[in-house]
T-cell receptor, first 115, second 117 residues
Framework: AQTVTQSQPEMSVQEAETVTLSCTYDTSESDYYLFWYKQPPSRQMILVIRQEAYKQQNATENRFSVNFQKAAKSFSLKISDSQLGDAAMYFCAYRSNFTGNQFYFGTGTSLTVIP | GAVVSQHPSWVICKSGTSVKIECRSLDFQATTMFWYRQFPKQSLMLMATSNEGSKATYEQGVEKDKFLINHASLTLSTLTVTSAHPEDSSFYIC?????????????FGPGTRLTVT
């Protein structure tokens, strides 16, 4: 099974500053998707950004961008101009295009935004 | 965007009883639904995958007789926790896939908190 590793259990960032959350994964597949999900205290999973493995260009969504390094199997999330509402648990996730399409989640990074 | 609902959002039951959790795709037909379990401050762990009209596929270590999954229609999947015990207390999240495998989008429900006393 695929494994997803988030090595930073907790991170903090000053409001308006930039923070980068790390994620690495292990797979033998060539075609897959990578995601960052945000889980606020409400526990609702919210999609932040998605990257398709066959696309070399890094995905961006407003203040959120990724650094996708396919050879290194690395997928970090950069949050620019951090806002108080960004405080949440962030999960990196892998989804195969073949094996059932279920998500494999990392252990999560708890992000605190300091006003 | 597509909406997935879960009902109830929070349930308390006594040890030994059964409880049913519903997962509905409100504005799309979900060919596949997934059930996850999340313990406090931990990640989501896949329990099972259910396809409409067929038996669910359970992950290793998940007791299929304890966690009964039914996917009777393209908009509804249910998870029944039978003979619940306090260790079954957890947060249960479903997701529903819309469209073709691989390219199909998936949407998460808001979760159900189960407390077994």
């Amino acid at each position: 099974a695929q494994t997803v590793t988030q090595s930073q259990p907790e991170m903090s960032v000053q409001e308006a500053e930039t923070v980068t959350l790390s994620c690495t994964y292990d797979t033998s597949e060539s075609d897959y998707y990578l995601f960052w999900y945000k889980q606020p205290p409400s526990r609702q999973m919210i999609l932040v950004i998605r990257q398709e493995a066959y696309k070399q260009q890094n995905a961006t969504e407003n203040r959120f961008s990724v650094n996708f390094q396919k050879a290194a199997k690395s997928f970090s999330l950069k949050i620019s101009d951090s806002q108080l509402g960004d405080a949440a648990m962030y999960f990196c996730a892998y989804r195969s295009n073949f094996t059932g399409n279920q998500f494999y989640f990392g252990t999560g990074t708890s992000l605190t935004v300091i006003p | 965007g597509a909406v997935v609902s879960q009902h109830p959002s929070w349930v308390i039951c006594k040890s030994g009883t059964s409880v049913k959790i519903e997962c509905r795709s409100l504005d799309f037909q979900a060919t596949t639904m997934f059930w996850y379990r999340q313990f406090p401050k931990q990640s989501l762990m896949l329990m099972a995958t259910s396809n409409e009209g067929s038996k669910a596929t359970y992950e290793q270590g998940v007791e299929k007789d304890k966690f009964l999954i039914n996917h009777a229609s393209l908009t509804l999947s249910t998870l029944t926790v039978t003979s619940a015990h306090p260790e079954d207390s957890s947060f249960y999240i479903c997701s529903a896939r819309f469209g073709l495998a691989g390219a199909g989008e998936q949407y998460f429900g808001p979760g159900t908190r189960l407390t077994v006393t």
